[in-house]
């Protein structure tokens, strides 16, 4: 999501020096690579680079492919192969054994500009509620290709078509390729999740190491303590909302959803408590971690059910405490690692494993 949000801001400089600028996508992956499907990178024609489609392998010759697109104001369907031995002469080394598919499309220099794929990009990531779509159209056998663009710019009938798709597909089996064979158009379909939003309840010394990491990995970041002098943004400037007060006044504030993840880390045991006490009221949340030894977890939900405030099981579920990974961390840098990296195998759906331990693509959603 931070590279998309990159890209977004990159291009819009570029638009104000009236910079050209064309965008690459990944939409076909077959055997291993590096990125997935959806992956993208801006190109400058000043030759700056934002986003990444591999690894490194294929930026040089991508970079040259962008400039071409811009130059000759034309999309266009590159597939780079491993196996193809003038790959191989050009200096083309994926690496990773597999055939990648690249669309190169042209930006207009206008931001508003109608069907400007930039701003479909804008509107999937602004919509929080899981249904951001983008979807790139083209031909592999033809020059026509129609793009990056919005479902709702489709006919009718390839909307309803997606839209059916889509509710049989899960978000995390990643993106989908449909084809109408009356036309031989296919359309990579990418469902986009918007940012994690992270909120940390505690503006201790230890929660600044926590906002800084999640920033970087380009979440949302919301802070609420009690203390006026602890929630400031002299001390958490990457927050976009600092809530200062009791956790009646600030739980209700917080915009909830379902890429929304808590983190309870006040070290004081009764706002603690007055924070579960209000989070019980909600539908079951994907996480909330508590800072903290498992004993203080039962205890704290022990004593929310004598005062006859229960979570079902469904709510436990989202209940990670101690919060965060066993990586043998120590120093609260370390436990931010811990802490960033169990919420991103949590609401990613994924198993933490070594990665040497899994007996199919490094991509894939089963161990």
Not at 320 to 344: D, R
Request: aromatic share 4%.
């Amino acid at each position: 999501m931070k590279e998309i949000k990159d890209i977004i801001v990159a291009y819009t400089k570029a638009c104000a020096l009236q910079q050209h600028t064309a965008l690459a996508t990944v939409v076909k992956v077959e055997g291993s690579s590096y990125r997935r499907p959806g992956a993208r990178m801006l190109v400058n024609e000043t030759g700056e680079l934002t986003g990444a489609i591999s690894g490194g392998c294929l930026e040089g010759d991508a970079l040259q492919k962008a400039l071409l697109a811009i130059h000759q104001n034309n999309k266009k369907i590159v597939v780079y192969d491993t196996t193809d031995e003038a790959d191989a002469k050009l200096g083309i080394q994926l690496g990773c054994n597999g055939i990648v598919s690249i669309l190169f499309e042209p930006l207009p220099l206008e931001v508003e500009a109608p069907n400007n794929p930039i701003n479909t990009l804008r509107n999937a990531i602004a919509d929080r509620s899981n249904t951001g779509i983008v979807i790139c159209g083209f031909n592999l056998y033809s020059q026509h290709h129609l793009g990056t663009t919005e479902l709702s710019l489709l006919p009718i009938s390839e909307q309803k078509s997606i839209t059916d798709t889509l509710q049989t597909v899960q978000i995390n089996d990643g993106p989908i390729m449909q084809e109408w064979e009356a036309t031989q158009q296919q359309l990579f379909i990418q469902q986009v999740q918007p940012a994690i939003q992270l909120i940390i309840v505690g503006a201790g010394n230890d929660a600044i190491p926590l906002a800084k990491l999640a920033t970087i990995a380009g979440w949302q970041i919301i802070i609420a303590d009690g203390r006026k002098t602890h929630a400031t943004a002299q001390r958490f400037p990457q927050a976009e909302q600092i809530l200062v007060g009791k956790p009646q006044e600030v739980v209700p504030q917080w915009p909830i959803d379902t890429n929304t993840a808590i983190v309870l880390m006040t070290h004081n045991y009764m706002y603690d408590l007055a924070v579960l006490a209000e989070l019980q009221k909600l539908p079951p949340l994907p996480y909330i971690g508590l800072l903290g030894p498992a004993s203080k977890r039962d205890r704290l939900l022990n004593e929310l059910a004598e005062q006859g405030i229960e979570f079902s099981e469904e709510q436990k579920k989202g209940i990670y405490g101690p919060t965060g990974l066993n990586l043998g961390a120590e120093t609260a840098e370390e436990i931010a690692v811990s802490i960033v990296a169990e919420i991103m195998s949590v609401l990613n759906k994924s198993n933490p494993v070594h990665l040497r331990e899994k007996s199919v693509a490094i991509h894939a959603n089963h161990i």
